[in-house]
């Protein structure tokens, strides 16, 4: 595609429900980053997938987000239980494979997430 | 751990002047790479301007350009002839050697007409 799409643009969900938030990389990127970002914040990493394998998921909060990648194309995040904390853009990345900084990471334009 | 610190939370400046924003990290790699992303209200990050550590001259682009002092472990963002459309918040980010990016806190740059 032309750019990074996520879906969906806004998602308002109740407190303890099940969400999906979806990311359609730039097409080849093989690398997909999945961030979030409170109010007044900077963007705070979650997980990094290289290909189709998470190769650094060391920013999951805690086990009711987990995200998958499972063609190495489309990821989706997936919290479980949500809480008012989890209320936060989610800002998903891609970037092409090779020189890390040769490239930069293209962001999607995010899914805001209110948690009510 | 790096870290990346952005000290002001806000900043003006008059149209056509210049503005330079702050940055500093703190790293113990000898290799890496910084950059400054923009995120206008649509939400979308754009690069702005990347600089290579292990490069001396400093990255210009355009109206954009940086002063990386590595020692001091600064990066800045200069702001020349500032326009309207350049209002937005801006983001310092370090890429480290795990291909991850650590972002600062953010500075809001508002252009004055």
């Known amino acids: 595609g032309a750019g990074v799409s996520q879906t969906p643009s806004n998602k308002v969900t109740e407190k303890g429900k099940y969400v999906e938030l979806r990311c359609d990389p730039i097409?080849?990127?093989?690398?997909l980053y999945w961030y979030r970002q409170s109010l007044g914040q900077g963007p705070e990493f979650l997980i990094y997938?290289?290909?189709?394998?998470?190769?650094?998921d060391s920013g999951l909060p805690n086990d009711r987000f987990f995200a998958v990648r499972p063609e190495g194309s489309v990821s989706t995040l997936k919290i479980q239980r949500t809480e008012r904390g989890d209320s936060a853009v989610y800002l998903c990345?891609?970037?092409?494979?090779?020189?890390?900084?040769?490239?930069?990471?293209?962001f999607g334009q995010g899914t805001r997430l209110t948690v009510v | 751990a790096q870290t990346v610190t952005q000290s002001q939370p806000e900043m003006s400046v008059q149209e056509a002047e210049t503005v330079t924003l702050s940055c500093t990290y703190d790293?113990?790699?000898?290799?890496?790479?910084l950059f400054w992303y923009k995120q206008p209200p649509s939400r979308q990050m754009i690069l702005v301007i990347r600089?290579?550590?292990?490069?001396?001259q400093n990255a210009t682009e355009n109206r954009f350009s940086v002063n990386f002092q590595k020692a001091a472990k600064s990066f800045s963002l200069k702001i020349s002839d500032s326009q309207l459309g350049d209002a937005a918040m801006y983001f310092c980010?370090?890429?480290?050697?795990?291909?991850?990016?650590?972002f600062g806190t953010g500075t809001r740059l508002k252009v004055l007409a």
């Open positions: 990345a891609s970037r092409e494979s090779g020189r890390p900084g040769g490239t930069e990471a293209f």
């Open positions: 097409s080849g990127h093989t690398a």
């Open positions: 997938f290289q290909g189709t394998g998470a190769a650094d």
């Open positions: 790293t113990s790699e000898s290799d890496y790479y």
């Open positions: 600089q290579e550590a292990y490069k001396q």
């Open positions: 980010a370090y890429l480290t050697g795990t291909y991850k990016y650590i």
